[in-house]
Structures are given as C-alpha cells and as structure tokens.
C-alpha cells in the first residue's frame, strides 16, 4: 500500500492518469446515476434494476454492431430502444408498486434484475462481450497518461446529458409536469396532469440513460450478464450523496466517486475498490443521520 | 370389443418382448451435474458436449464390456446453475433417486469442492475434468480422480520461460494480478513458488475483485514500473480486460502470459492487440497425442467442430478424457461394484488424445504438462513445453510504437 503511494508522488504523471481516468468512469456513473435519481424523486422507488437496465444498454449496442451498425450509431439506438423497454417495464411491473411501501418497489425491482440477469445470459451466454469502437486514445506526458476517447465521449455527453435534463425538467412542458408530480402527485392530478403518463415517462428517460451509459461501457470496457450489481450501487451511492432534486450534484458526485474509487483502488489494491464504495456511502450515511439529528434538536 | 383389447395388448407384450431380447447390451448410467444457466453456462455447455461426444463414439464403437457383457453408456445430467449449493443438492439427488454409481464432475473447481464431500461420503467414484484447485487433492478425497493438470501449473510455464531467456533470472522484476477467487489465487501460488526458486523481485502483486470491470488501476502501475514479465489471471473477463487494456493503455513489457485467453477468445475479438501475448492452457488440438476411439488431438478436434459447429475448447477435451478414464476402468475391474472400480481408478495409466492419464494417491493426473500458447499473426501457437512446440517463441514482445 505504501509503495503504491510513493509510486504517485515518484511518477507525478501516473496521479495524473489515475483521477483522470477516475474522473471519466465517474461520468458514466453519473449518467446511470441521473435516471435513478428521477426516478427516486418522482416515483419514489429506488430502483434496483438500474445496473440491469445499464447492461442491456450494452447488449443492445453490441448486437447492432453485429448486424454491421457502426458502434457509435449504437449509442443513440441504445438510448431509443431502452427508452420503449422503460416504457414496457413500467406497464408491466412498476405503475403497480408506485404508490406502494418502498420495501415492496425494492423488492419488486430486485425481482426484476435477477429476471433479467437470467434472460441476458440466456439470450447471450455469459461470455463477456465487447465492442471496438476504433477511436484509438489520446497520449501525452511521454504515455504515461492515456486517455481513451471514448471514455472522452462519455465525460462529454454526460455533461450534455445532464445540461440537457436541466433545461428539459425546467423548461418543457413534460419536465414541469414531472416535476409537479414529483412535489405532489395527487396535487399534479387534480391540476389535470395524467401523472400515470408522466411515471411512464420518467421510468422509460432513466432506462434511456441507463442505455447510453451501457453503450459507452460496452466500447469503454467490456459487459456480461452479471455486471449490473455494480452500476445500481454506484448509482445508489451518488443519489444518496448528491440528492434526489438536483442534476448539477449528481454529475459532481459522480465525477468525484470515480476519481475517489479509482485513487482509493490504486493505493489500496482493487480488491478493495467495491469496499471502499461501500465503506464511503456509510460514512455519509452515519454523518448525515448525524446532521439530521443534530437539525431536528434545533427545531424542538 | 374384448378382444380387441386383448389383441392390443398381446401386441404390445410381443412388441416389448421382441425389443427386450434384441437389445442385449446393459446400460451404465453416469450422472452429472454441469452448469448449464448462470455465470459458467458457456464453459457448462463445453463440459456437456464433452461428456456427450466421448459417450456417443464409445456407444459407437460397441459400448464398454464388462467382464462378457457389453454396455452403453448413458449421462444423466441437471443444471446446478452454477451454484456450489444447488451441486451439492443435485448429487446427492443422482445418487439417491436416480441411482446412479458414478459420477463425472462439474465444471470449476468451486462447483467440485461443493460435490466431492458428497460423492466421498456415498462412496461413489467420481472423475472430474473442470476442477483444478490444489486444495481439491489436499483434503484426502479416496473417489476422487481428475484428468487435468492441478491449477498451480498454469503460469509456472512462462515464468520458467523468462528465467530461460535472461541471463540472470535473479534480475527479472515480475508484475502480478490475479482474481480473488480459489483458481486464481492457486495460480499465484505455483508462480511465486517459482519466482522464489529463481530469485525474481515482484513489483506489482493485485488482488482482482470478482466483479472487475476495470484493470487500469494494475495495468497504470505495471506502466509505470516496467516490469519483464506480467502475469494475469482472471477467468475470461481477465484475459479479455487485460489485452484490451493494454492496448488502450500501451503498456509495453516483454513478456505477458494470461489464463483463460482461448475461452475468452482474444485473438478472434481483438486482433492485434493480442499479439505476442501468451496463453496457458491445459490441452491443444496440435499437441501429438492419440488413441484408439478418438484418433489424433487433432482428429478430435476436428470431429468436435463438425458436431458442434465451434472449435474445440479444452474444456471439452478433458471432459472427453474423464469419461474414456472411465470406460477403461469399468473394462478393467471386470464389475460395476463401485470399489472395484474406484481401485481399477486409481490404477489407471493409459494415453488418450488429451495426453497420458495417470493418477498419483491424491488423485490428480501427474503425468500430463500444461501447455503455453503465443498469439501469432492471430493464431494460437503452442511454444511451450519445447517437445511439443509448433513456432518459435516470439520475444520480447515490441514495444507498441513499433507495432
């Protein structure tokens, strides 16, 4: 651990590649991460399937690249399909667990990551799959930093995404309506907004963002069945950090968890990398129930 | 109206009857539980097709004569879904209702470890081809065989091969990074047994986390350090991440060796990328070992590639040699008593197409070396051991500037 740590102050360029590349897997983080917090603030369901959702993201870029789509055209298709499979997943599963106990939508969309875990690897076999995007990476500082550039593209679009759903939950007439009803939905109702539709839309936007963080994973890494766990607990982690209401602080606390996680398995080893995740979101856990404590003896 | 009934059913008897008295051969049934769905599916369905094909030529070719009397050989399997507990459950469940006295293994040596305390406790005989750890042989199981060379071998190849190449192994730095998992952590153990002898400094030494999605944490070190040799274990997900990785990162070290890259197929995915990089495996179908029902490696795999339309991993070579292990055993014991068979087991010393067959008291096959591959110009050539080498050993791998 400690020749891990004087490796970065003998090779400053190597701390630079290290919160570089944890800055860039933060952004496709955050990009999972912006759907779950929509969800959980509007339908008020944390949503289990979230890796789930990210994987069949990259599963669907990687069977478009088979039948001879180009691997950046998957992206966008990802996205579209993924938004119809939110869709079917809500009228099927979701639009019954909304108004429920939360434990019961837990419960629910837990149910539903297994199913799917279990359909993706029978459809496309547990082999880890990848897709070359033939983007190349970008050197400098002698090689000792590389930065690829698709993970590049994913920092990008990340920060379009969320300047995108800023303005869209501001401004469009459905992002008031989504908002309204994340305030109140009986309220919403009464004001005459369809809040079912505007569920349904909310679930299917997360799955279209998860689609595109999972395209981007399948040309940044590699993807198998079994990798969702992972994503809905890093998405969990920046919800609980940054909030449910506000797109600015969840990009940031994406960008920092990766550059964190990254830095932390570095010096650490990476067989501690999930652990230190874990071990982070109980120490903000713990320090906010502490806050919250110390908030409500103010009141009384 | 009677009568038609009666008809009828002194047609089936005769039917049944003439049925009966044409099939004069018996029927072994071998039970076994693979992993069909879950994590190990594809590396499953290897295991099975192996099993199947070596039944299928031995029904072939006459099934398998014990004492005057000859019998097919027939597998009854279930799908542990590639959970040690539900193995275990599977087991005990082919040994009690369906009556089955023999068993072949499962695929891993996680899925193994969970079913060997049940076989050894009914004592059925089992001969497994997927189960590789060392610890599987250190708890003194007496019904357990296995056809494969034990986990630790692995990458003891490549570390040999760089104390071979330099002049003063002593000097060689070695960067490491295995999964934390039985298989990986067994591998690590037979190198550093080997970077002790050759008095080689390790540099980088990486526990990978089981849901590993990233490597560069490893790989940015191994960069920075530049380490002779690399070694990398981590199932398919490992070798896949790793050659990809290093292309991404151009991480430059003269010589890189990984487990698992023919599963992973990394020279068909990524193509140049895997160049030059080595591979240790357990069998290749270039290897010039034969025998009787198969023929050549080669033969077998060919044959393999025309009944199932992939080529042929070695996953399904071993599983192949597991049941012909166990065919020879029945001829040799002359009975289906279990015991008797267990010691014909233990006894057993023959050459097949995947490499001479013989056991020593633990019950690991002692008589069979691993293999070494180097990707070259996209193909799997075997470099090592020397005897049965189809190319030389491309080394040191360039750096990627000049690639």
Known sequence: MLDNLSLLFEFPPVALDVVLNGLLIGA???????????VWGVLNIVNVVQGELVVLGGYITFVAVQWGVPPLAGLPLSSAVMFCVGWLIYKAVIFRVVDRDIFISILATFGLSILIQQLANAVFGSDVRTVDADLGSIYFLDGMVT?????LLAFVLALGAGAALWFFLGKARLGQAIRATAQNPRAARILGIDTDRVFAATYALNAALCGAAGSLAV??????????????IRSFMVVVVAGVGNVGAVIAAGLGLGALENVAGFVLGVEFQIAFVFALMVVILVWRSIRAARKRSYLE | MRSVVTGLALLLVAAFGGAASAEETGVIKLGAAVSLTGKYSSNGQFTKNGYDLAAKLINEAGGVKVGDKSYRIEIIYYDDESTPARGAQLVERLIQQDGVKFLLGPYSSGLTEAIAPVTEKYGVPMVEANGAAVSLFRKGYRYLFAVLSTTDQYLRAAVDLAAALNEDPSKLRVAMAFENDPFSQDVREGVLEDIVKHGMKVVVDDKLPPELNDMSATLTKAKALRPDLLLISGHDKGAALAVRQMADQRVNVPMVALT???????????????EY?????QWASTLKYEDALFGSASDYAALYEATYNHVAPYQAAESSAAV????????????LEPDAVRDALSQTDMQTFYGPIKFDETGKNVSKPTVLFQI????????????FAEGELRWPTPPWSER
């Open chain 1, 219 to 232: 040309m940044a890494w590699t993807i198998h069945p079994y990798l969702g766990l992972p994503y809905t």
């Open chain 2, 277 to 281: 990089v080595l591979c240790a495996a």
């Open chain 1, 147 to 151: 930065l690829s550039v698709v993970k």
């Open chain 2, 324 to 335: 012909q292990v166990f065919a020879d055993a029945f001829e040799r014991a002359g009975t």
């Open chain 2, 260 to 274: 698992h890259c023919d599963s992973a197929q990394v020279a068909e995915k990524f193509g140049a990328a895997a």
């Open chain 2, 376 to 387: 070259q110009d996209g193909k799997y050539v075997v470099v090592y051991p020397r005897e």
């Open chain 1, 28 to 38: 496709i983080f955050a990009l999972a991460a912006y759907g779950m917090a929509l």
